[in-house]
């Protein structure tokens, strides 16, 4: 009788071949392939389909080789697994690595793999798939009740919509191409998730070890724009009368930062950072023309701006709401500028181009000045004005930074967590929803790479990202998470927070805790102002009874855990909380805003 999944190993169904020392396999070279091409961590959630990975990573110990492999750092929950390895990209710039089970544990990675899609993040993630013997015919046969019941109809097809590209392992002899081949793909700009499935026959499938050079297999190279829009985009920035560039995800590279600086700086040009998950222009730049989300208002900037460059953006601006003027001549940069991705996405621009975007600012930065297109009046003019609002803007900020009758605001929360990292060495992680915008305005982030959101909208990504930002980081730098209530328990703390512990990655937790879900509450509202969820205050949002969110982080993994709700208290138990990371050991704040 086969042992069933989770059951013991009775003498018939033991594998009874010889020793397996010098055992290589599918699986040796599947990990070895990950390693060659820079992976240095496996996060993995592992299942009926991995004895073959378990055994080569237990081979590669006895062997004393165990760092010809990526680091296997285990999650007891998918969505923890993905997001880490997304933070963990998104700080290195280094393709990573998700293993899960079967068809079930591709289903757990949820939303995170769109958050990976749209977030641009390199990662290979490498699901089992059913074994297709049942008689005993091939090694890694079904020998698991499961083995049936996880058996789905097409594997691949769970995925096919948010990743890049995807295929099956179908023969250890060409493993590592199939690898090296995924992971070129994932890293090519614009770059993003692949997904590989195996068998267990296959992945156990021996094999004489060999080996790939793996520089055959680099992303495709940065591609710059032509002569011609290079001196076209040039010469309108130059020539506009309130040029503007609006960018969401180009400080994904931070090297990209300083030349969009150099650029704005040569002709004053405002920068607006719409919908940004990480920095792109420095938030003290007096430039910056400010940050918007899910903005209600129209934004003055992109009213006045005569010419716009878009540059990085998947949402520029929302039409029905916030759009330049009609006449304004606009311009997008971007490595994939129609999106096919996205099934709706139009922005009426004169010229599109496909470009590298530091590549392409550069380009446009150096001709400005070699031609000398600047007018020094009109720009010396321009950069007071824009200089001036930005100041006035900041001002009127710092004005609302303050409680209300006693009671904590998100304005108030956010300058007291800007306050607390000044001048230290930190990287914000932002899951704030509702409140994206007042993060953003109120902490400003600076220093590109110290402030990172997923790209995408699928909740829960801070959660698993916490720890993938710590792995990625010194020993000194402080990783700090500001997240909604609701993306808290979508980011399963309590996986979470185990993995922290377990792989001493320890972070900052502060909850932005309203109790309840604002933001659907925000959309009917946006539709039904006045229906009668509004009148009678009745959304189904609300997340009474209360829980203690941070004793779940302290249950699981032994963080240290607070609510705030006394608004002069805030900054100590901030500042107390932030000491407790530094000596090792992860913190959750949960602080109490004004209920939903
Ligand atoms: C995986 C997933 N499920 C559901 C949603 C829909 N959703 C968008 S915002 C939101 C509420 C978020 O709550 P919280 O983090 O507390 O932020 P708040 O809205 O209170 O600011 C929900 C449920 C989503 N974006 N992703
Ligand atoms: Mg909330």
């Avoid at 953003?440 to 699928?458: D, K, T, V």
Wanted: hydrophobic share 45%; with cysteine; net charge negative.
């Amino acid at each position: 009788m086969p042992a069933a999944a989770g059951g013991p190993v009775g003498a018939a169904d033991q594998d009874n071949r010889a020793s397996t020392a010098g055992y290589y396999s599918t699986s040796t070279a599947f990990l070895e392939a990950l390693a060659e091409a820079g992976v240095s961590y496996i996060f993995a959630n592992l299942g009926s389909d991995h004895p073959g990975l378990i055994e080569a990573y237990a081979q590669a110990r006895a062997e004393g080789r165990e760092d010809a492999f990526p680091r296997l750092i285990i999650c007891p929950h998918e969505t923890v697994a993905l997001s880490a390895a997304h933070a963990y990209a998104s700080v290195t710039r280094q393709p990573q690595a998700v293993i899960v089970h079967v068809g079930d544990g591709t289903q757990n990675l949820g939303g995170e793999v769109n958050n990976a899609m749209r977030g641009h993040i390199p990662v290979l993630i490498f699901a089992g798939a059913s074994p297709y013997t049942q008689e005993g015919e091939l090694p890694g046969g079904r020998t698991e009740f499961i083995h049936w019941i996880q058996d789905a109809r097409d594997q691949r097809g769970i995925l096919r919509g948010f990743v890049k590209y995807d295929n099956e392992i179908r023969t250890g002899r060409n493993v590592k191409q199939l690898v090296h081949r995924a992971l070129q793909i994932a890293r090519s700009d614009p770059a993003g998730p692949v997904y590989l499935v195996g068998a267990r026959e296959v992945m156990e499938e021996p094999l004489e070890p060999y080996t790939v050079d793996p520089a055959q297999f680099r992303p495709v190279e940065p591609a710059a724009l032509t002569a011609g829009v290079t001196r076209e985009i040039a010469t309108a920035l130059a020539r506009a009368r309130h040029p503007l560039i609006v960018t969401s995800y180009l400080g994904r590279d931070p090297d990209a930062v300083p030349v969009l600086v150099d650029l704005a700086e040569q002709l004053a040009i405002g920068v607006l950072e719409s919908a940004a998950f990480c920095v792109n222009f420095p938030g003290d730049h007096p430039l910056h023309c400010g940050y918007q989300f899910t903005t209600t208002g129209q934004n003055p900037a992109l009213a006045q701006a005569d010419v716009i460059l878009v540059v990085d953006s998947h949402v520029p601006w929302i039409p029905a709401t916030n759009r330049p003027a009609p006449d304004a001549a606009i311009y997008v940069i971007d490595i994939d500028p129609l999106r096919p991705t996205m099934p709706l996405w139009q922005v009426a621009a004169r010229r599109f181009a496909a470009a590298d975007s530091k590549v392409a600012l550069e380009q446009i930065a150096r001709l400005v000045r070699a031609e000398n297109l600047a007018e020094a009046q009109v720009v010396e003019r321009r950069r007071a004005e824009i200089a001036a609002a930005n100041q006035a803007r900041i001002t009127a900020l710092d004005a609302l930074e303050q409680p209300e009758a006693g009671v904590i605001t998100p304005r108030y929360l956010t300058a007291c967590v800007r306050d607390l990292l000044a001048g230290t060495d930190s990287l914000v992680l932002t899951e704030t929803i509702t409140n994206y915008q007042i993060v953003a305005e109120h902490l400003r982030p600076s220093i590109p790479g110290s402030y990172l959101g997923s790209g995408g909208g699928s909740l829960g990504w801070t959660g698993g990202g916490a720890v993938g930002a710590k792995l990625a980081s010194s020993a000194e730098r402080a990783v700090v998470s500001l997240v909604g209530d609701g993306s808290y328990l979508f980011g399963v703390p309590a996986s979470a927070q185990w993995v922290a512990r377990r792989y001493n990655a320890p972070s900052l937790t502060v909850i932005y805790d309203n109790r309840g879900w604002a933001a659907p509450k925000f959309s009917t509202l946006r539709v039904h102002g006045h229906g009668a969820a509004a009148a009678a205050d009745d959304f189904h949002v609300s997340f009474e009874p209360e829980a203690d969110l941070p004793a779940i982080a302290a249950a699981a993994g032994g963080a240290y855990a607070v609510t705030a709700a006394d608004p002069d208290e805030l900054p100590q138990v901030l500042k107390d909380a932030l000491a407790v990371v530094r000596g090792g050991r992860s913190a959750v704040v949960s602080v109490h805003l004004a209920p939903v």
